[in-house]
């Protein structure tokens, strides 16, 4: 067997077509733009990266676009006022402080400031607590994303075996809310499960979210499940130079699966395009309209 390709670019690019639809409509029917503003701590690499791309798509959909950047020493109290500022502006609809901060700031205070209606990576207590019963939520961007994957892929998920590997706030804990959301049965595996080979040969749905350069060997997977590689992990190639892999050891899963992401090109362009999805929810919900689909 070989898996399908589960095309994240094309997925992402359509998602955000979309987006761009809902943000015309609010500015020509509403007078409203959506508005999103990054908080950008210190000079991290990647975290530059990340939110050079997601300023540049915004601005792309349409929406208001604004990039505060802080000195890595910054105290704990600017960056508080910051978030303030931030959350009594009325032209900005989401709020995203991007992670991880310097050591001598506490993340959990720091994202806990943030007005939760606002709160677009889905990080704020509130946000988890409503999600973990069911309510109404900020969903975070990269579980979000690789459960409209899942449901595009699969259609109904209901009563399927699912396996998460990893349980960090950020990804494998809301990504197990949501397939449990959608009925799956869910098994939310870490570095101290046992026996993970079998674990994972039971699941129909495998997200794997650990940070180990191709861990998940192609054995492991039960043939025709439906692979979510969330992993981004940085490898040397024996030619010289270096390039990106999942979690997943792609080439052996992808002959058993099937279905299968691919790193890059599946997880990560999801990723942003439902943090413009969930920016536009937002703004919708903080002026009683109707939200996206
Ligand atoms: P964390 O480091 O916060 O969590 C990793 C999880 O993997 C932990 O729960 C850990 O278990 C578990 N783990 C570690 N080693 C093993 C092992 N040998 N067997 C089973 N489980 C193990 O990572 P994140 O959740 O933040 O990110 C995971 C990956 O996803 C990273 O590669 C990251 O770069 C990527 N990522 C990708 C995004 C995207 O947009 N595509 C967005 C966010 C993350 P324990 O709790 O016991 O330590």
């Known amino acids: 067997m070989t898996a399908t390709v589960i095309d994240g670019k094309a997925f992402a690019a359509k998602v955000r077509g979309l987006v761009g639809e809902h943000v015309a409509m609010l500015k020509a029917d509403h007078g409203i733009t959506p508005g999103l503003a990054v908080v950008l701590v210190g000079d991290d690499p990647a975290s530059q990266v990340y939110v050079k791309s997601k300023g540049k798509m915004t601005v792309e959909v349409g ?20 978030v303030q500022m931030l959350n009594d502006d009325p032209t900005i609809h989401g709020i995203l402080v991007q992670l991880p901060l310097p050591d001598h700031l506490n993340s959990d205070l720091v994202i806990n400031s943030i007005n939760p209606a606002k709160d677009v990576d889905g990080f704020h207590i509130s946000n988890v ?5 069911g309510q109404k939520a900020m969903v975070p961007c990269t579980p979000l994303g690789s459960l409209m994957m ?8 209901s009563g399927l075996n699912a396996v998460v590997i990893g349980r960090s706030n950020i990804v494998g804990k809301p990504m197990a809310q949501l397939l449990l959301g959608d009925s799956c049965t869910v098994t939310i595996a870490h570095s101290r499960t046992k026996d993970l080979a079998d674990v994972v040969r039971r699941a129909d749905i495998v997200v794997a979210a650990v940070g180990r350069a191709q861990m998940v060997p192609g054995d492991w997977i039960k043939p025709g499940a439906t692979v979510i590689d969330v992993g981004i992990n940085r490898i040397d190639k024996p030619e010289g130079g270096t390039r990106l892999v999942g979690d997943v050891d792609y080439d052996s899963c992808a002959a058993v699966a099937g279905a299968i992401t691919p790193v890059p090109g599946g997880v990560g362009p999801m990723t942003i395009a439902c943090l413009l999805a969930n920016t536009v929810t937002a703004c919708c919900r903080a002026n009683n309209l109707a939200e996206p689909e």
């Open 150 to 157: 899942l449901r595009d892929q699969l259609g109904s998920l």
């Open 63 to 82: 929406m208001k676009s604004v990039e505060h950047r802080m000195d890595a020493d910054v105290s704990e109290a600017d960056l508080l006022a910051m």
């Open 129 to 133: 607590g409503l999600l973990g019963t």
